[in-house]
């Protein structure tokens, strides 16, 4: 096998004689233009630009000329030389503009399949944004970019860096693997502790749903969050912004960037740091314990080394500190639902702390052949978080936790690609993968154990009674391949195929015992689309999903020793509408899931035993089936009325779940709806952006989210209501500057973030 695979990766190439790669950056006089049309003249070979305005395209070596257009501007023809890249600026078309009374939504490129190419093109679920919409909407991190997706739902409860987020159905699990890949810059982030990262000096964002393992690896079992930054530019640029909010938050980003070497080598500098008291109450320590400080920086060098080898080196760093373990409790009982907002308090008389710090670094070197492009991706990623405070929530010093959830994450990637053509009837990438990562729980708990004998008070003197100490070590190998085929001009057929092996230890030093394990999953993915007319795209797909399983503290009657790996089976049909000259989108999609066993995380309180011990467990066999809309209408120059709507139905085939509570309780949960997935969601919202004159610019938005019950636990004892949130943001920009206004949740509406129903 690797003797063929050797062979092949040497021979394609070879066949490639006859071609070159030439690159470059369209833009205009206000930055860069997004799906502008590179062409070659007399000829049917193209491409368009991605997000930054970048293009790479394989052309004959006959070829003299290129042509470019982006409507309201004029076309520009530009002659080919040696050079193998061009930086291109087009100017407006004043007429044109004037004779195109209202633009519609074209020109959107994401690269949810690793390559960029028109959104409405992709057979799959995509959600993407542009920097400008980042920009007028106030996206500062995934859970105000979460709000706007169907089916999507983000929550980060109160300590640092604890993230749960559910797609369709598959929901986050604490203290295990994310269901959705989070990759910034084609690179994939292992530690869903920083998932929820600050935003800042972004190009684009989306978020495609379904599995997508072929593309991002093991734990794309939901979907994958995709984001680029701004990359390092052969021109020099600066931006600083800052702002006020309500807890005494204040906020500053900047970002500059520019050639150290003209047309060699570039820099870009980004920053965020913001600071805050906090908004939450608690009414023992009489203070705010939400509070939040968190800087990251992040530099990038960008070094055209020749005309066909480019390399860049990236460096990201985050520091931030938080209020941890702040729940509430009702102060009329302890037996009270998750609707029950009116005696709700805060009196933990510890004040909660937590913190995160990441460190990031990537090299990607970037080949270019004839017709195809080698990329080598090497990545080492470290994320340490803490937390500390109360854990009987009451204004005795009785109980307190101390948690550290560590990580050391190595990757490296080698992928083959073709070139991104618009002639070729084939496109395909072919790659391998490793990598190493260390996963550090340890946890504990302490008492004041004066509290449960005479004088029954508390002595002052702090004892441990629970602990967790362990790692767990997960080593990965994959390899993969993913191909699109166009049949015809209208029909095409893409096909994926990912093997990952895993090889999983534990080192338990609370129990000094050494288990292990290997998983293993073919992960096949299969597309099929029909441009039904030149507006309308019809597919259909097939995909495998795959999130790795892992070992808990210990056997417990919640759980075992281990939990094992989770697959799917989705199945998803779509249709995609681009009419009106595309002033109206109108995206529809219907899928179902089949779960071999779904992953529930437990949390084990059993006074008679002092344990204290979380850990996960699996359901041999669950479903999950939906619908998702997305719409768009550009009434007008000056307004666009927006909606989406998400249903997601999820059930547990079979299993039991077993509590302790004195004695031990089985419960069949069969037929019971599954944890923390809203039943349902919706956004309306309502965008302006419009120039008032030649200088003064518009922008204004009003969005209203919904989000349907949430069952707690998977017996649906508990569960919350619907909720809806109303946010609005309204903004004037002048030439070089801007000022903007918001506000969250600004009805004061109250919902529950995260509940536990257990004695």
Same mark, same amino acid.
């Given at each position: ?56 395209l ?17 076309t520009?023809?530009i ?111 292992p ?11 972004v ?33 020099f ?16 980003q900047?970002?500059s960037?520019?050639?150290?070497v ?14 805050g ?89 970037d ?7 080698? %990329?080598?991706? +090497?990545?080492?990623? !470290?994320? &340490?978080?803490?937390? /500390?405070?109360? *854990?009987?929530? $009451? ?34 990438d ?17 008492a ?61 030093? %609370?129990?000094n +015992?050494?288990?292990? !394990?290997? &998983?293993?999953?073919? /992960?096949?993915? *299969?597309s099929? $689309? ?11 797909n ?51 899931i ?38 768009k ?9 927006l ?46 952006n ?9 922008n ?60």
């Amino acid at each position: 096998m690797i003797k063929k695979l050797t062979l092949l990766l040497v021979f394609i190439p070879a066949i490639m004689l006859g071609q070159r790669v030439v690159k470059g950056n369209i833009k205009s006089t206000d930055g860069p233009l997004p799906g502008a049309t590179i062409g070659v003249k007399e000829s049917n070979q193209g491409t368009v630009t991605d997000f930054n305005g970048n293009f790479e395209l394989s052309v004959s070596e006959k070829a003299t000329t290129l042509v470019i257009s982006f409507i309201g501007y004029y076309t520009k023809e530009i002659q080919l030389t040696q050079e193998n890249n061009y930086q291109i600026t087009l100017e407006a078309n004043a007429q044109e503009l004037k004779e195109v009374m209202v633009q519609g939504f074209s020109g959107v490129i994401g690269q949810a399949r690793r390559r960029a190419e028109s959104v409405q093109s992709i057979p799959e679920s995509v959600v993407t944004l542009t920097s400008k919409e980042i920009e007028n909407k106030g996206i500062v991190n995934v859970q105000t970019f979460a709000d706007q997706i169907p089916n999507v739902n983000f929550t980060s409860s109160q300590n640092i860096g604890n993230n749960f987020i559910t797609v369709r159905g598959i929901s986050h699990i604490r203290n295990g693997e994310s269901p959705i890949a989070f990759v910034i810059d084609g690179v994939t982030l292992p530690d869903a502790n920083l998932i929820n990262q600050e935003l800042f000096d972004v190009a684009m964002i989306e978020i495609v749903k379904g599995p997508q393992g072929a593309l991002y690896g093991k734990n794309a079992i939901a979907g994958a969050i995709n984001i680029v930054t701004n990359q390092p530019t052969n021109n020099f640029s600066s931006k600083l912004s800052t702002g006020f909010a309500s807890g005494n938050l204040y906020k500053a980003q900047l970002s500059s960037s520019g050639p150290l070497v003209k047309d060699k080598l570039f820099y870009r500098i980004s920053g965020s740091y913001k600071k805050g008291d906090g908004v939450i109450k608690n009414t023992t320590l009489n203070k705010p314990v939400d509070f939040i400080e968190d800087l990251t920086f992040r530099g990038q060098l960008k070094a055209n080394l020749t005309d066909k080898v480019t390399a860049i080196l990236t460096g990201q760093s985050i520091d931030a500190k938080a209020g941890a373990v702040y729940y509430a409790s009702n102060s009329v009982s302890a037996d009270f639902s998750p609707d029950d907002f009116k005696n709700l308090v805060i009196i933990g008389d510890q004040f909660g702390k937590s913190g995160l710090k990441g460190t990031y670094g990537n090299l990607k070197l970037d080949i270019a052949f004839d017709k195809t492009k080698l %990329t080598s991706s +090497t990545t080492y990623n !470290k994320g &340490d978080r803490f937390h /500390q405070g109360d *854990l009987d929530f $009451s204004p005795a010093d009785v109980l307190r936790q101390y948690q550290d959830s560590n990580s050391k994450t190595f990757n490296q990637e080698i992928k083959l690609s073709s070139a991104n053509d618009s002639n070729s009837k084939v496109t395909w990438d072919l790659g391998a993968f490793y990598q190493k990562t260390d996963k550090l729980i340890y946890l504990i708990a302490t008492a004041d154990f004066g509290f449960f004998a005479p004088p029954y008070a508390p002595s002052g003197i702090q004892s441990d009674f629970a602990e967790s100490d362990f790692t767990n070590i997960y080593s990965t190998f994959a390899g993969f391949g993913f191909l699109d085929y166009k049949v015809s001009d209208k029909f095409t057929i893409s096909a994926g195929l990912r093997y990952d092996n895993d090889n999983i230890k534990q080192d338990n030093r %609370t129990l000094n +015992t050494n288990p292990s !394990k290997t &998983d293993s999953q073919l /992960q096949p993915k *299969l597309s099929l $689309s029909l441009k039904a007319t030149d507006n309308v795209l019809m597919y259909t797909n097939y995909g495998r999903g795959y999130r790795s399983g892992g070992f808990n503290q210990a056997t417990t009657v919640r759980f075992g020793e281990g939990y094992d790996a989770e697959i799917t089976d989705n199945y998803e049909f779509g249709i995609k509408n681009s009419l009106w000259n595309d002033r109206l989108i109108l995206n529809m999609a219907t899928y179902y899931i089949n779960f071999k066993n779904q992953q529930l995380y437990a949390l084990l309180i059993d006074g008679g035993a002092g344990n204290i011990l979380i850990g996960n467990f699996n359901l041999p066999k669950s479903e999950s089936y939906g619908f998702e809309l997305d719409f768009k209408l550009r009434t007008s120059n000056y307004l666009d009325i927006l909606a989406s709507y998400g249903l997601s139905k999820s059930k547990i085939l079979e299993g039991t779940s077993t509590y302790s509570i004195g004695a031990n309780d089985v419960i069949d949960v069969a037929g019971k709806n599954t944890p923390l997935i809203p039943q349902n969601s919706f956004v309306l919202g309502l965008e302006s952006n419009f120039n008032i004159s030649e200088k003064v610019a518009f922008n204004g938005n009003l969005t209203l989210k919904g989000t349907g019950e949430i069952y707690w636990h998977e017996d649906n004892a508990a569960v919350s209501s619907a909720y809806n949130l109303l946010n609005a943001r309204f903004g004037v920009s002048f030439n070089k500057f801007s000022i903007n206004v918001w506000g969250s949740n600004i009805l004061d509406t109250g919902y529950i973030t995260e509940f536990f129903d257990q004695p």
